[in-house]
């Protein structure tokens, strides 16, 4: 990221908590009410990824817009940015009950509707 946000470089350390506290709060409020979803699978996985795209995106939007983590152009992107892409790779983490298979795959649609979104979408001022 700091090749692309070079201006951000001072506050880009504030992208970690950010994260470590939005991933928190999404899993456990995740875990609480994904079951709600009934027996399907891809439902569970659909309302955790919104749960946990809606979490993460709001902490790491108010450490772009409050703290300088990133100077983006557009920074009211990043929510259903993260949004889109938690529930496509929560989706896929259900679907295939968390196999060994399946966390790649997981990781690979979340970073790159994120990459996407960071590199293309966002911009920096």
């Known amino acids: 990221l700091r090749h692309f946000y ?8 504030l992208w970690i908590p950010a994260s470590m506290i939005g991933f928190s709060i999404g899993a456990r409020l995740g875990a609480r009410v994904a079951p709600m979803a009934g027996e399907n699978q891809l439902a569970v996985g659909f309302v955790f990824g919104i749960v946990m795209g809606t979490s993460l995106g709001v902490v790491e939007w108010a450490a772009i817009q409050f703290g300088g983590a990133l100077k983006t152009a557009k920074p009211y992107l990043w929510i259903p940015t993260t949004i889109a892409a938690w529930v496509l790779g929560e989706t896929i983490a259900f ?6 298979t399946s966390v790649p795959l997981t990781a690979l649609a979340i970073a790159f509707v994120s990459g996407i979104a960071l590199l293309w979408w966002i911009r920096p001022r």
């Open 6 to 13: 070079p201006q951000s470089r001072a506050r880009l350390w």
């Open 95 to 100: 679907q295939f009950r968390f196999s060994l």
